[in-house]
């Protein structure tokens, strides 16, 4: 268990009888001021309310109860009516002396792995990809990250939009349009060209166009040959212009198992659901009445047409089927969130009770105008672009800083630094805002940014070759680690709680959580830095003592930047 862990269970059993015992052990926390203590708990507050009594007097009551040896001294009543912990020197210094040699950096596996399929990325394929995948991708990709580290089976599955309209007005395109040189030479920009071209004409109210291009899906959807050879040539380009920008972006699926796959289960789902009484006849269409939301969930259009919540119903049976997942999270703009809503419901009522299933939504990336984000043209920013912008404008940052440094490995910092940058500006934010995209911003040397916390680490691998020693000769001859001064009291209480901050950040599906906290670390670390002398400490023990907590910071910030999907570097 962790600290965290410990202390909430000490705590739950001393909870008054009339306490809801979950809901006071979730009221302990990291202390939100760390001058006043490291955990608080203040499950008393709640309690005093319902009770009718003073929350203090309760806290009070508490305190007296609760003996937390050997983690911590007596808890202090405090405030309105909660309780300060703080951790004894000699327990921190104990667990980081463990720490020292775990290579888990105290991370145990969960008592009961979970299988979690996350559903993340998801673009609609042969179309220019824009920043809400953007987001998609890092947040699903750091969620997965995070959940495996701590032990959980997780499947990441990339649920391609490959079998949309998008397609009728790339084949309209195609047959009236196309620049077969241009195809040859450039398939993708071709076809996001095509596509272009019909999404202006449709928008500037041509509706030749429009039924043009939905009878071309329509006839892909029914198995035109014409139409169906077109597909299977454009996918691959599709699926590779694809594959390269997650190779940038450091990411790796599982399974890729887009819309198309599910085409031939859509006809049994409805089949199911009206045999089931759940879908019923409306308009002519197939629909689900959800109690609560106004419209009804269509899953076959008056047309005959499946739709995007037929496919997402089918695609849950087969998860379901497949990996037996206690949870599917999907990783998706917020304002898909009636979509999902509705989906949950029909799912449960179709059957799919066991399984948790959860939107875990995110808000827009905004523009210096606070409008979405999007380049001077209009058009949506394309991702391949923007990550090249984020690379030069580190690549100058590096320049300016490390011009010792060789070109080639110039190059490589800047890359680690811009996508980092980049990764980090999304997941550090609370998921569900807004967040304005800010290139100065974002690649802040002090900040709450990626570029912050990789020179954290980078300046104590040069604290290493500087005195001529490596953490594994540290580790080798272990040092009893002092806390003697408040800055390393400070940093050594923060490094134990990676493991707790790691489920927490899982618990809520949210990476800030981590990002907040490893910046947290890595003031404190400063603080230590400039506090506290360490290889010209005063005695060969305190070196030792320092160093080591030097060693514990660095694997901290590699591991916790690793479930970000950032990069570290040893110089930069
Ligand atoms: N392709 C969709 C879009 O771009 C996102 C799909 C999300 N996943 C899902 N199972 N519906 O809007």
Not at 355 to 373: K, M, N, Q, S, W
Not at 473 to 484: G, K, M
């Amino acid at each position: 268990m962790n600290v965290l862990e410990r202390l909430r269970a000490i705590i739950g059993a001393a909870a008054p009888p009339e306490a809801d015992r979950a809901v006071f052990e979730r009221a302990v926390r990291p202390a939100g001021d760390p001058r006043h203590g490291d955990y608080q708990a203040n499950g008393c507050m709640a309690l005093g309310k319902a009770l009718g009594r003073p929350p203090r007097t309760l806290a009070a009551e508490l305190a007296t109860r609760l003996d937390l040896e050997p983690l911590a001294g007596p808890a202090e009543p405090a405030g309105p009516g909660f309780l300060n912990i703080r951790l004894h020197d000699a327990f921190i210094a104990a667990d980081l002396g463990r720490m020292l040699h775990d290579d888990r950096l105290g991370i145990e596996p969960p008592a009961r792995p979970a299988t979690v399929v996350i559903d993340f990325s998801s673009p609609n394929v042969a179309k220019p990809m824009h920043v809400g995948h953007l987001r998609s991708t890092i947040i699903g990709a750091s969620l997965a990250r995070i959940l495996t580290g701590l032990g959980h089976r997780v499947v990441r599955d990339n649920h391609l939009g490959d079998w949309g309209s998008q397609f009728g007005m790339i084949l309209w395109g195609w047959k009236t349009a196309r620049d077969q040189a241009a195809y040859d030479a450039n398939p993708v920009a071709e076809l996001a060209r095509l596509y272009r071209l019909a999404q202006d004409r449709i928008k500037a109210g041509d509706a030749a166009v429009e039924d043009a291009a939905r009878a071309e899906t329509a006839k892909l959807h029914s198995g035109d040959p014409e139409n169906r050879a077109l597909w299977q040539a454009f996918m691959p380009h599709a699926l590779q212009a694809l594959a390269g920008l997650y190779d940038r972006l450091g990411i790796a699926f599982d399974v890729q198992l887009g819309e198309s796959f599910y085409d031939d289960r859509l006809a049994a789902v409805v089949d199911d659901l009206t045999a089931k009484g759940l879908a019923v006849p409306s308009e002519g269409a197939m629909v689900v009445f959800v109690e609560g939301t106004e419209a009804p969930f269509i899953v076959r259009k008056t047309d005959g047409a499946f739709t995007y919540a037929t496919t997402d119903l089918a695609t849950i049976a087969y998860r379901v089927q497949e990996w037996r997942p206690d949870q599917i999270l999907y990783v998706v703009d917020h304002r898909q969130g009636d979509h999902f809503k509705q989906l949950f419901e029909v799912a449960r009522k179709w059957g799919y009770r066991d399984v948790e299933l959860a939107h875990i939504a995110f808000g827009t990336i905004l523009g210096p105008d606070r409008r979405p984000f999007k380049t001077r043209d209009g058009d949506v920013v394309g991702l391949e672009s923007l990550l090249d912008e984020a690379i030069a404008r580190a690549r100058r940052i590096v320049d300016e800083n490390s011009p010792e440094l060789d070109p080639a490995e110039r190059e490589r910092v800047a890359e680690v630094v811009g996508v980092g940058a980049v990764k980090y500006a999304d997941l550090s934010q609370n998921r569900i805002s807004d967040y304005v995209f800010d290139w100065n911003k974002m690649m802040a040397m002090n900040g709450n940014t990626a570029t912050y916390l990789q020179y954290a680490y980078a300046r104590i691998q040069s604290i290493f070759r500087k005195g001529e020693t490596t953490p594994a000769a540290v580790r080798e001859r272990p040092p009893a680690i002092v806390l003697s001064h408040p800055a390393e009291r400070g940093l050594g209480a923060r490094l134990l709680r990676l493991p707790e901050v790691l489920e927490l950040a899982a618990a809520e599906r949210k990476p800030n959580i981590l990002t907040d906290h490893l910046f947290d670390l890595a003031n404190a670390f400063s603080t230590f830095f400039e506090g506290c002398p360490v290889l010209k400490a005063d005695s060969p023990e305190r070196r030792q003592s320092r160093l080591a907590l030097c060693d514990l910071t660095a694997r901290t910030l590699q591991y916790g930047l690793e479930m970000l999907g950032i990069d570290v570097v040893d110089r930069m």
